[in-house]
């Protein structure tokens, strides 16, 4: 199943934030960590320059919550499937899921209108021109009048 879930990064390390989730991609092997640092390296050149090395847990290899929880861009489901699966997430409660709708309907008002509305998880699938949403010309003036709205948890100054 391929899910293109760059999410926007926008609010993705955004949603990251929004919940604490298990640890995710498990390899056990130094291939498997290997393969997991190219699926790290790929998150940062990706609009994620704050995604964490993969940690040991209990004979495994894992990211650690929130980052885990990510989505992975398109370009990097690839490495991640590599490295034994990309990582599974939990579900968003339906508050969670309200306030990122209401988030993202506010930044399309002020300013990045092409930023899709969040699926029923409260995930945005950008087009690849909007990532990372950061760069928009747009972003701060949205970002600004929007901050209220802001669910706790996105981190978007790094």
């Not at 760059?6 to 604490?20: R, S, W, Y």
């Not at 499937?81 to 506010?106: D, H, I, S, Y």
């Amino acid at each position: 199943m391929k899910r293109v879930r760059p999410i926007v990064v926008v609010a993705l390390l955004v949603l990251t934030g929004c919940g604490g989730g298990q640890p995710t991609a498990r390899p056990s092997s130094g291939a498997d960590h290997a393969k997991l640092l190219e699926a790290v390296r790929c998150m940062r050149d990706n609009g994620f320059p704050d995604y964490p090395d993969p940690v040991e847990a209990e004979g495994t290899w894992v990211i650690p919550p929130p980052a885990g929880d990510l989505p992975a861009p398109p370009a990097c489901e690839e490495l991640f499937r590599g490295a034994k699966g990309p990582p599974p997430r939990r579900e968003r409660t339906a508050e969670e899921v309200a306030q990122l709708r209401k988030w993202g309907a506010c930044i399309q008002t002020h300013g990045i209108p092409e930023l899709p509305d969040a699926d029923s998880n409260g995930d945005f699938h950008p087009p690849p021109a909007l990532v990372p949403i950061t760069a928009h010309p747009k972003w701060q003036e949205a970002r600004t009048a929007c901050k209220e709205l802001e669910p706790s948890g996105m981190n978007f100054d790094k």
